[in-house]
């Protein structure tokens, strides 16, 4: 979770800099939080693709296919949890 603070820290301060000025405060927050979601709703859609590729695998891997798409979707699950008990 801190990971993707960082980064979309980074990435409103590189937003900033290319508007050549400064965000006041609550400008900072709202475009950190923006990004933010970004990148968990890339992050979770990239997942989501893994998901759907684990599950379109030949006959006889489809049992450890199931349990790989479980354990992605396990992960995706604690991670919103996780984020909101951040907000």
Sequence with gaps: ??????????ATGEISALLDGKFTPEQSTE???IVEQAVI????????RAVDAAL???????D???KI?????????ALIANLSSMR
């Design 41 to 48: 709703k890339g992050m979770l859609e990239g997942q989501h």
């Design 69 to 77: 798409a479980t354990a992605i979707r396990r992960e995706n699950d």
């Design 1 to 10: 979770m801190e990971r993707l603070q960082e980064i979309a820290k980074e």
């Design 56 to 62: 379109h695998c030949p006959e006889s891997e489809r």
């Design 31 to 33: 475009v950190g939080r």
């Design 64 to 66: 450890m296919a199931h």
